[in-house]
Nanobody
């Protein structure tokens, strides 16, 4: 079993941009919900963005809406998280995850295949 592989994290100044990448297998990608979660130190893990790979529908947490964009490339089995106008409060460990079923949800318990995580640090 090959777990999702993430890349693209790093440090950026407030107002800057980063793009995270999550590469998965075909069976992990198709007809799934691909999710981006994040967890800051001392805080609970929270969902940031969701992508349905069957419908193309996207969903965003209020905290990132208008600044983050989730997209997928079905030819490459890759999901992206484009993060613009980053803020210090976006600083967190970011994880991609894939659901087993075809439907998106906000609960981390519905996601079984998790990437290794990548740190995003935004300085003021």
């Amino acid at each position: 079993q090959v777990q999702p592989v993430q890349s693209g994290g790093g440090s950026v100044q407030a107002g800057g941009s980063l793009r995270l990448t999550c590469a998965v297998s075909e069976y992990t990608y198709i007809n799934k919900c691909m999710a981006w979660f994040r967890q800051a130190p001392g805080k609970e893990r929270e969902w940031a963005a969701l992508l349905s790979t069957s419908t193309g529908g996207t969903y965003y947490a209020d905290s990132v809406k208008g600044r983050f964009t989730v997209s997928g490339d079905s030819a490459k089995n890759v999901v992206y998280l484009q993060m613009n106008n980053l803020r210090p409060e976006d600083t967190a460990m970011y994880y991609c995850a894939a659901s087993r079923g075809p439907f998106c949800s906000y609960g981390e318990g519905d996601y079984n295949d998790w990437g290794q995580g990548t740190q995003v640090t935004v300085s003021s």
